[in-house]
């Protein structure tokens, strides 16, 4: 009995990275899908948000952190890299959601619907760097609120 035990426990400690591992593999898969759709994005939003160095950190299902460096430029990913806790990147923007967020937003029909809501739920938290960010981010949530409730997104 106690070896199996043993045995049941070293297997859950190796399967544990896999959760993480999932959520950035199935990430990255869809990069070149965001990248295609990306002219869809308003100009406005690019012009103020496009050009960011973003740490994301995704708490994983089993309690862990993830951490990624996502680099974009005119709003196109161009870089996208999975980082060490203590890595400083000199973020512009801070992300931080939850494994279960991220993978509804993925297999979603609609995956800005479903980033919305989980923004405005508190499911996504989005933290600017600096104060002129702070101000382009408040500026750029506040046209996107607006053109949500005129039915423009």
Same mark, same amino acid.
């Given at each position: 009995m106690k070896k199996q035990v043993i045995?049941?426990?070293v297997l859950l400690s190796m399967l544990m990275p896999v959760a993480g591992a999932d959520v950035v593999n199935d990430l990255e898969l869809k990069i070149n899908d965001?990248?295609?759709?990306?002219?869809?994005?308003?100009?406005?939003l690019k012009s103020l948000? $496009?050009?960011? /160095? !973003? %740490?994301l950190v995704i708490?994983?299902?089993?309690g862990q952190e993830t951490y990624l460096k996502v680099v974009t430029e005119n709003a196109y990913i161009i870089s996208f890299e999975e980082i060490d806790a203590t890595t400083g990147i000199e973020e512009t923007i801070s992300i931080r959601t939850d494994e279960t967020t991220v993978q509804n937003i993925l297999g979603s029909d609609d995956p800005l619907g479903t980033f919305l809501d989980a923004?405005?739920? $508190?499911?996504? /938290? !989005? %933290?600017?760097?600096g104060f002129m960010k702070s101000i382009a981010f408040?500026?750029?949530s506040t046209v996107l609120k607006l053109s949500q409730m005129l039915g423009f997104v």
């Open positions: 045995i049941l426990i965001y990248n295609e759709n990306t002219d869809h994005v308003p100009s406005f948000l $496009g050009d960011e /160095v !973003i %740490k708490t994983t299902d089993n923004k405005d739920s $508190g499911k996504i /938290v !989005i %933290k600017p760097v408040t500026l750029a």
